[in-house]
């Protein structure tokens, strides 16, 4: 998605990333298409749930629900993830996209499943 990781926030468990989408991202309106938008929320509350974990657990979406608020332009936006709520079986995401004054863009929520980052070592080993 072309992202560039800016922060964690460890006390609000929230995420912050920076994209700037290419020309190829955009619509026939001339903005970024809604289903990329789609995509850069759900990378953003991935990575939240990811660093909230020390890089152990990624989301697997069960739902992904999103509210357009305005165009998202071809220019450089800032993306905030947070994990609201984490147990052992779900976890409750949300996430924000935002313009380069902080005009809030879009807004998605997700209740996913936290599942194991594949290919990492199973809990225990190499210790």
Request: proline share 7%.
């Amino acid at each position: 998605m072309g992202s560039e990781f800016v922060s964690f926030d460890e006390e609000t468990a929230t995420a912050t990333v920076r994209y700037t989408p290419p020309p190829s991202f955009a619509s026939p309106r001339g903005a970024v298409q809604g289903g990329l938008i789609g995509g850069f929320l759900d990378e953003v509350m991935g990575t939240a749930l990811l660093a909230a974990t020390d890089g152990k657990l990624l989301p697997l979406n069960l739902d992904l629900n999103m509210s357009f608020v305005g165009m998202v332009p071809l220019e450089t936006i800032t993306a905030t993830g947070r994990v609201v709520r984490l147990g052992r079986r779900i976890a409750f995401l949300e996430g924000e996209l935002r313009d380069k004054d902080g005009k809030l863009l879009a807004r998605a929520t997700s209740t996913a499943m936290p599942t194991e980052v594949p290919g990492a070592p199973e809990s225990g080993e190499g210790s």
